[in-house]
């Protein structure tokens, strides 16, 4: 077992290498250090926007307000290049390692569920492993 946990750490230390995670740390410290204030907008009206819908969803006398300005919040975060750019990396090296996931499933058997690229897991089949 001992040397199974040494075998996924290397493997962690070379996603933690990887041309796309590298590139997303980067952008992840340019954005904060290009907008730190649309960053604290953006989750001081999504914390709001949570307790608003935690407290009465639709129906709390806040919901217009909190909905308008989480959204304004996030779509002035949202339309930076830098931010773009940063889901889109994350979304590749997320495909990245769900191959890998993909391929260490399938190793031990076909029959274990995995998910799509929508990130479903199909109906049918299931583990066969004695």
Not at 60 to 71: G, M
Not at 82 to 110: G, H, P, Q, R
């Amino acid at each position: 077992m001992t040397d199974i946990i040494i075998q996924a750490y290397n493997v962690l230390d070379e996603l933690k290498n990887d041309p796309l995670y590298l590139r997303m740390k980067a952008l992840d410290r340019k954005i904060a250090h290009q907008y730190p204030q649309e960053i604290q907008d953006f989750h001081r009206y999504k914390s709001m926007y949570d307790e608003v819908m935690a407290t009465g969803g639709s129906y709390h006398p806040d919901y217009k307000q909190a909905v308008k300005q989480y959204s304004e919040a996030k779509a002035s975060l949202y339309r930076h290049v830098e931010v773009m750019d940063y889901f889109a990396t994350e979304k590749a090296f997320e495909e990245t390692v769900n191959a890998f996931l993909k391929a260490m499933t399938d190793c031990v058997s076909s029959h274990i569920k995995t998910p799509n690229k929508l990130g479903i897991v199909q109906k049918g089949g299931s583990c066969h492993v004695r």
